[in-house]
Nanobody
Framework: QLQLVESGGGLVQPGGSLRLSCAYSGETLNYYSIGWFRQVRGREREGVSCISGGGGIVEYLDSAKGRFTISRDNAKNTVYLQMNSLKPEDTAVYYC????????????????WGQGTQVTVSS
């Protein structure tokens, strides 16, 4: 059973940075793509970015391009989301999700989810 655990969230001032981590276990993840999603209270969950087992990257969120960077370390079974120049509108619960093979933006095409980590951008 694949398990995902997010960490690294917290309170940060506008313009600051955070690095989120998604640690996975339970299966060989080389065949899995790992995506980052976020959900603002009262709004639908949306895709941020995704990285395939081979390292291919898909960026879903236009507002995050140039500020957020996804990466993975297969030796550490961890995927990261480096978030720079954070804005108050980035405040959300951030989730990582996994699916076999290719990245998928649709929520229901990602069968495995972590519990989420809260990111709050505020002065």
């Amino acid at each position: 059973q694949l398990q995902l655990v997010e960490s690294g969230g917290g309170l940060v001032q506008p313009g600051g940075s955070l690095r989120l981590s998604c640690a996975y276990s339970g299966e060989t993840l080389n065949y899995y793509s790992i995506g980052w999603f976020r959900q603002v209270r009262g709004r639908e969950r949306e895709g941020v970015s995704c990285i395939s087992g081979g390292g291919g990257i898909v960026e879903y969120l236009d507002s995050a391009k140039g500020r957020f960077t996804i990466s993975r370390d297969n030796a550490k079974n961890t995927v990261y989301l480096q978030m720079n120049s954070l804005k108050p509108e980035d405040t959300a619960v951030y989730y990582c999700a996994a699916r076999r093979f290719y990245c998928a933006r649709a929520i229901d095409e990602n069968p495995f989810w972590g519990q989420g980590t809260q990111v709050t951008v505020s002065s």
